[in-house]
């Protein structure tokens, strides 16, 4: 067996790893700054061991399980909701060699696995046997169900442009223009989406703290509660990844800055999807679950579906071509 | 100590009553309170609404600004409630303020509405014996009398009959006796 | 159409939106509301019957527990009800401090309260903000009187501690600091198209319903109706100020922000006028007789508290303890009416009317 295919993975889940502990610091900080605070400064120096200490604090908690829970549901949920949000990983293009399966389906496979997700959450909001966490599970499911419409709608342009559905192909046709201008609808639908899809603010609804105190994970504690931040945060990585290869240009340079290598600038452009998560979440409100639901079908669908249609129609306009059909 | 305070207290509370009505008397004729024509307004039209029987006193709180008070017999206080609230000269539908007071010998209710049209106050009084207190509810006429109404119950003891919801607002349901009534015995007395 | 089995959801005691200790049984189908009962005296301390044990002095800091984010109309609203059976004269500078403080405690309550109703909806940095702000105010109280939250500050017959040296002058720079700041707030929230839509036609509250509920302070005032204590029934000095009184217009929770924030602006006008009209010299108390016997009487007084009507009721028997003293807390008129409002809503609705009313559970309970 080639020992790169055994090793890569480990070390992307390190990689991974070492993202989620570091992305919770830095949100706890930007979100610190936004709102004119230090943030966490106590563990280690500027912090930085302040995520490591709480996931050691989680790990050696007491392990609780609800008298009246569903016990092998219970414990199998956060299971099943961490191990898709890892392997929607493999088919991430980093650079052009960094890459760990070349998928013809890339984006559906994608769409596809993240959404069996939804099953785990499902399954700890009923087995917690928790009427808070059933009620948290519930609009989880909702939510994520009907966004993930609009979320593949608006990548339908971008597969109408390139062509294919693979991502290292997506990458390659935004050597001159990234996505993100001539697919400028579809970025902003798939950005609101991937938002709802992972259960961030303003669409934090599933564990609105202040309505159902966590939502679905309520009553987990311990490396079970741990493994849904986990799936959380490296989702937020997946989907930030996503989207800087859709609709940033992944590896691509911008300038023709090619000296410096591709790595830092998919780095670059996915911290500032990172950002502005973070940015977002200190900035707004949350929607109401009634809004969330209108907002995905009678807004988000029919623009995404426009999109289409204006992608389509433009790629048969002479001079734009050049954007839409590469 | 506090067998020496109601020793003490046990012969002035005889002599007071003799001594007040004296002081009165004097001050009284002396400047009639502006609220007078107000107060006997509001009696008169009572008595005509509801009855004769139903104002058993009236006079002017000066100390609150001369506030025209009135003690309206329990037996017509329902009705009188409704006509206050519901009549146009009068129109009192604000409830300011509900409370109980335990006088020893008796109980009261005291009531303080207002007219939002007219901005005019007045203090009404229901008296209930202390056995077996009892008052009618006008929950239905202010609702917001309702948790009053419910407090009142639970501190005191009195109960409103015809109250929709009447149990223990404040203090838990198997709470036993009620606290603001003077012989109240606490259940540790160190507290 | 899908018959679904009626769930009874337990909100509280310890639930992070409840404000306090309260406890709402909701009834639920789906996520709508088909009963609410709330649930209160976790927090019942006994204050009336404590109070009857005790000298008026000895009340004042029993008052600070009850209404926490707003102690010193707390305080004033014993003292002045005790003031005025005893028709003392309060000394003018006494007066002007008093109505500093209040002023200043209804725009720290404010604030406190828009920060953790925006934290309600899911916001958080506006509680930061508003807290960053809150800060000052609880500072110069802090040096005005030694303590932060509970002050007892206020004493029968005049203050307790007279302005420090420059007190007057940094009261007055929080003034100047605060009135551009407000600004600040409303291009956070007051334009945001999901508070907006989280808040406007939401918990509509009639006139009609406001009053026959009794309800006060803001709740009542976003019905359109202009009562307030300070206008219709001057105490201390408000009849010297110049000011507005918000009202709203629909009697819905956004109106209810709005007419909140707009108190604050008018406090602080207040504020500004108090302080510019400020004696320079004078004594803070009152001639007091040193053990306070209040006449025989009965008294209510009300005072606008930054919750509603404050009032005292005060039965005397002409000793140095009050025979019967009765809070009506304006939070506990105001909950009264969150069943008739809740009736119908969504879950999500919930936690925003709960938290439009601005209950504080230490003055539900008492």
């Known amino acids: 067996m080639n020992p790169v295919l055994v090793m890569g993975p480990i070390l992307l889940l390190f990689v991974v790893l070492g993202f989620v502990t570091m992305a919770i610091l830095f949100e706890r900080k930007v979100i610190g700054w936004i709102q004119m ?63 760990f399966s070349q998928f013809a389906v890339g984006i559906l496979y994608y769409l596809a696995v993240s959404s069996i997700t939804i099953i785990g959450i499902l399954m700890g909001g009923w087995a917690s046997n928790n009427k808070y966490a059933l009620l948290g599970a519930m609009r989880s499911a909702a939510q994520m169900i009907s966004y993930e419409i609009p979320l593949v709608m608006s990548v339908v342009g971008i597969i109408l442009s390139v062509g294919s559905l693979n991502l290292v192909e997506i990458v390659e046709a935004q050597k001159q223009v990234w996505f993100i201008f001539p697919q400028f609808l579809g970025f902003a639908v ?23 105190v966590a939502g679905y994970h309520v009553e987990y504690t311990g490396f079970r509660f741990a493994f849904f931040m986990l799936s959380e945060y490296v989702y937020v990585f997946a989907m930030a990844s996503l989207t800087t290869v859709l609709f940033l240009g992944g590896w691509n340079a911008p300038f023709g800055l090619t000296m410096i290598p591709g790595i830092v600038w998919f780095v670059l452009k996915f911290l500032l999807i990172v950002f502005s998560l973070f940015w977002i979440r200190a900035t707004m409100p949350r929607v109401r679950v009634d809004q969330l639901m209108e907002f995905a079908w009678k807004v988000l669908l029919p623009v995404a579906l426009f999109n289409i249609l204006l992608t389509a129609v433009l790629q048969e306009v002479p001079y734009l071509d050049f954007l839409y059909r590469l | 100590m506090k067998s020496e305070d109601e020793k003490k207290e046990a012969p002035r509370a005889k002599a007071r009553p003799s001594k007040r009505p004296v002081t009165k008397k004097e001050e009284v004729p002396l400047e009639p309170s502006p609220k007078q024509p107000v107060l006997d307004q509001y009696v008169t039209l009572i008595k005509g609404a509801v009855g004769e029987q139903a104002v058993s006193e009236s006079h002017i709180n000066r100390e609150a600004g001369h506030l025209p008070t009135i003690v309206i017999r329990k037996e017509d206080w329902l009705a009188t409630a409704r006509y206050l609230k519901r009549s146009d000269e009068l129109s009192f539908d604000y409830l300011q303020s509900l409370a109980g007071v335990d006088y020893a010998s008796y109980f009261e209710v005291v009531y303080v509405l207002l007219s939002m049209s007219t901005l005019q106050k007045v203090m009404i009084k229901v008296k209930a014996e202390r056995e077996e207190a009892s008052v009618p509810s006008v929950s239905d006429v202010w609702a917001a009398a309702n948790w009053n109404e419910r407090e009142i119950f639970d501190l005191f003891g009195i109960e409103f009959t015809d109250h929709p919801h009447l149990k223990r607002i404040l203090l838990p349901d198997n709470w036993v006796g009620y606290p603001l009534r003077k012989d109240y015995e606490p259940l540790d007395k160190e507290v | 159409m899908l018959r679904t089995e009626e769930m009874l959801l337990n909100v509280g005691p310890q639930h992070p939106s409840t404000h306090g200790v309260l406890r709402l049984v909701v009834k639920i189908d789906g996520e709508r509301i088909v009963e609410v009962e709330p649930v209160i005296g976790y927090l019942h301390r006994g204050t009336e019957k404590l109070a009857e044990d005790l000298n008026y002095t ?14 010193m109309t707390n305080n004033y609203a014993l003292v002045h009800a005790v003031e005025k059976m005893m028709g003392l ?122 009053i026959q509920y009794a309800l006060s302070g803001a709740n009542l005032r976003v019905s359109g109706s202009d009562w307030d204590l300070r206008k219709k029934e001057p105490y201390s000095l408000y009849d010297r100020f110049q000011f507005d009184v918000p009202v709203g217009k629909n009697g819905d929770l956004y109106d209810k922000y709005l007419c909140r924030m707009q108190e604050i602006v008018e406090s602080l006008k207040i504020v500004k006028q108090a302080i510019d009209q400020f004696p320079e010299k004078g004594t803070i108390m009152g001639k007091v007789p040193r053990v306070l016997r209040v006449p025989e009487g009965e008294i209510y007084t009300g ?18 303890k009050p025979w019967r003293l009765k809070f009506r807390r304006p939070s506990f008129y105001n909950l009264q009416i969150l069943p008739t409002l809740l009736v119908g809503e969504s879950i999500s609705n919930l936690v925003a009317i709960l938290g439009g009313i601005d209950i504080v559970l230490g003055e539900v309970d008492c």
């Open chain 1, 37 to 99: 605070r230090p943030g966490p400064n106590r563990v280690g120096p500027w912090g930085i061991l302040q995520t490591v200490a709480d996931v050691l604090k989680l790990l050696i908690k007491e392990d609780i399980i609800p008298s009246k829970a569903d016990k092998p549901l219970f414990k199998l949920a956060p299971a099943i909701a961490f191990i898709p949000a890892f392997a929607v990983l493999a088919v991430i293009p980093f650079t052009e060699s960094l890459q």
């Open chain 1, 190 to 212: 798939f950005f609101i989406a991937s938002l709802s899809e992972l259960n961030r603010t303003p669409f934090d609804l599933p564990e609105a703290e202040s309505e159902l």
């Open chain 3, 58 to 71: 000895q009340i004042i800091p029993y008052t600070d527990r009850m209404d926490y984010l707003s102690a």
């Open chain 3, 89 to 210: 004269e309060i000394p003018e500078r006494a007066d002007y401090l008093r109505v500093i403080v209040m002023e200043l405690n209804r725009i720290a309550s404010h604030l406190v309260w828009m920060g953790t109703y925006l934290l309600d909806i899911g916001a958080m940095s506006p509680f930061l903000y508003a807290f960053r702000d809150r800060e000052q105010i609880l500072s110069l109280f802090n040096e005005l009187c030694g303590a932060r939250l509970t002050y007892n500050y206020m004493r029968v017959g005049g203050v307790k501690w007279d302005a420090p040296p420059g007190w007057i002058e940094k009261a007055d720079a929080f003034v100047d600091y605060l009135l551009p700041q407000m600004d600040e707030y409303h291009g956070l929230i007051t334009g945001n198209e999901i508070f907006v839509r989280r808040t406007k036609g939401i918990g509509i509250v009639s006139q009609e319903l406001a």
């Open chain 3, 303 to 320: 005072i606008e508290s930054p919750r509603g009507e404050l009032g005292c009721h005060i039965v005397s028997k002409g000793k140095d």
